[in-house]
């Protein structure tokens, strides 16, 4: 079988969740960053958007769905089997999709921190386009609205008892496992966000995660 290709952008959280799974299981495979209106790679294999994970014959997207039997086909020690009850993953999904809508206007007004999105003005205005079209609202308009956003999501999501409960056994149930890849992925970039005070057990529970995984949180970002 020829060495996995990972289509994908430094800013997007789900191409994160792969990058860990992949580093998690000691995968050696093809890392291909691709420009942010690069949609030629996606279109070509079947999708409307990046990250795809190609595979052999077979594409994944990172999507948390697919992610047990991503976790299946790849080898090395499970993520999943043996460590998480189906129930208790798909807890963990509704929560995080519950969460979804919330978080991604959170996210949005940080992503220019990649170089990505931030070196090129064409790129930068296009990612600014979509934003508004997204949200209804300016960049600058969510930025405002982080403080809210923020408590709202803390709240919710139970964010500082989740961070205690991580303080105190390292990874969700112990020990690596695909929701701490998910949790790492797709909240990491709350620590960007100017002004808003992120529980320090969690900014120490990304860095172990990432550490566990072989993978730079800061991978793609301009440098400050």
């Given amino acids: 079988m020829s060495e996995p290709v990972l289509y994908f952008h430094w800013s997007d959280p789900q191409a994160l969740r792969l990058r860990l799974l992949l580093g998690a299981k000691d995968c050696s495979y093809q890392a291909e960053a691709r420009p942010l209106q690069d949609l030629a790679i996606a279109f070509d294999l079947g999708f409307a ?9 077979r594409c994944w997207t990172g999507e948390l769905s697919e992610l047990p039997a991503l976790d299946a086909a790849l ?5 999943y089997t043996g460590i998480l ?6 807890a963990f999904c509704q929560w995080r999709q519950d969460l979804d809508a919330l978080l991604q206007r959170l996210l949005v007004p940080v992503q220019p921190a990649f170089a990505e999105i931030s070196d090129d003005p064409e790129d ?14 300016s960049l600058e308009a969510l930025a405002n609205d982080r403080y809210g956003g923020y408590q709202q999501l803390a709240q919710r999501g139970r964010l500082p008892a989740l961070a205690k409960l991580l303080a105190k056994q390292r990874f969700y149930v112990g020990r ?8 790492c992925a797709d909240l990491q970039l709350l620590r960007l966000l100017d002004g808003v005070t992120l529980p ?3 900014q120490y529970y990304f860095q172990r995660v990432a550490e566990s995984c072989r ?5 793609g970002m301009r440098p400050t």
């Fill in 215 to 219: 993978v730079s949180l800061n991978s």
């Fill in 85 to 90: 009850q189906a129930a208790e993953w798909q």
């Fill in 200 to 202: 320090l057990d969690l």
């Fill in 176 to 183: 690596l496992s695909l929701i701490d890849l998910v949790l």
């Fill in 75 to 79: 080898a090395g020690e499970s993520l």
């Fill in 49 to 57: 958007r990046l990250p795809v994970l190609q595979i052999g014959e």
């Fill in 124 to 137: 930068l205005e296009y990612f600014r386009q979509e934003s508004e079209r997204r949200f209804a609202q």
